[in-house]
């Protein structure tokens, strides 16, 4: 049997004890590392680092802006971040998709990290649960079948299991995309992971089934089949059992 490759997971660096965050200090999280450390290689990133803030910094917030939309600033100094943010984020993004990692685990609440319910701020100081840090909303726009979580989901078993099961899942995907598309190669990966799809989802795996015979058959050309079975697929495994 083929040895397992070990998934890359993009993580942000304070939740692996690195003294990144504005007040200098860490979120370091024993548990995620003791369970899921053995496992991965952590490709770990601090945005608010890289975009070269220093450490320690003044805190940043998600603002609401009119027209403006959701802005990132340092209410102490009114410095406007969003811009500089969104174009780091882009290109940090891409990198970490030319590393091929296979997942993310972000910090919750950050307003740059958060992956969802994060405060936004209006004009009056008033803050809503509403907003999703700006670094990982490029994250989810950019590489939209990323199995992403927070520290604070993945506290959860069945989340914690089905990350772990999505994001080995996800490497195997990359094996496949790396060795070159073909109808055998797309044939044993659906045979392998046939049962799992099928525990999620019935419906989806009768889905791939048909796909998988349409290409045989002709009806349907491999690149197209392959978009849409990457979809499928891993939107199936992104809904918990
Ligand atoms: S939440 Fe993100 S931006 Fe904030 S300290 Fe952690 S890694 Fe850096």
């Known amino acids: 049997m083929s040895k397992q490759p070990r998934p890359r997971i993009g ?13 200098g ?12 450390g053995s496992l991965v290689e952590w490709i770990s990133v601090c945005p608010e680092v890289d975009i070269g803030l220093g450490t320690p910094r003044l805190p940043i917030q998600l603002e609401r802006d009119g027209e403006k939309g959701i802005r990132l600033v340092m209410p102490e100094t009114g410095e406007d971040l969003t811009d500089r943010m969104a174009r780091y984020a882009i290109e940090r993004v891409d990198i970490l998709r030319e590393k ?14 958060g992956m969802e319910g994060v405060l936004v701020y209006d004009g009056n100081g008033e803050a809503s649960a509403a907003g999703t840090g700006m670094f990982a909303a490029v994250l989810k726009e950019r590489m939209p079948h990323l199995p992403v979580e927070d ?5 959860e078993a069945d989340v914690r299991e089905n990350f772990i099961v999505r994001i080995f899942a996800a490497t195997r995907w990359l094996e496949l995309e790396d ?9 044993r ?18 889905t791939l089934d048909r796909l998988l015979r349409d290409v045989e058959n002709e009806r349907m050309v491999l ?10 697929f891993k939107q199936a495994l992104a809904d918990t059992v």
Request: with cysteine; glycine share 8%.
């Open 223 to 232: 690149p197209e089949s392959v978009g849409r079975y990457e979809r499928e």
């Open 11 to 23: 993580i942000s660096s304070c939740l692996l004890g690195n003294n990144v965050r504005y007040d």
């Open 189 to 206: 990966f659906h045979a392998q992971h046939r049962n799992l799809v099928m525990s999620h989802d019935p419906i989806v795996c009768e």
């Open 151 to 155: 520290e604070v989901r993945l506290e």
């Open 100 to 113: 091929r990692i296979s997942g993310y685990v972000l910090k919750s609440k950050s307003p740059s990290c």
């Open 179 to 187: 060795a070159g598309f073909t109808l055998a190669g797309l044939t």
């Open 25 to 36: 200090g860490h979120k370091k999280n024993e548990s995620l590392i003791e369970t899921l």
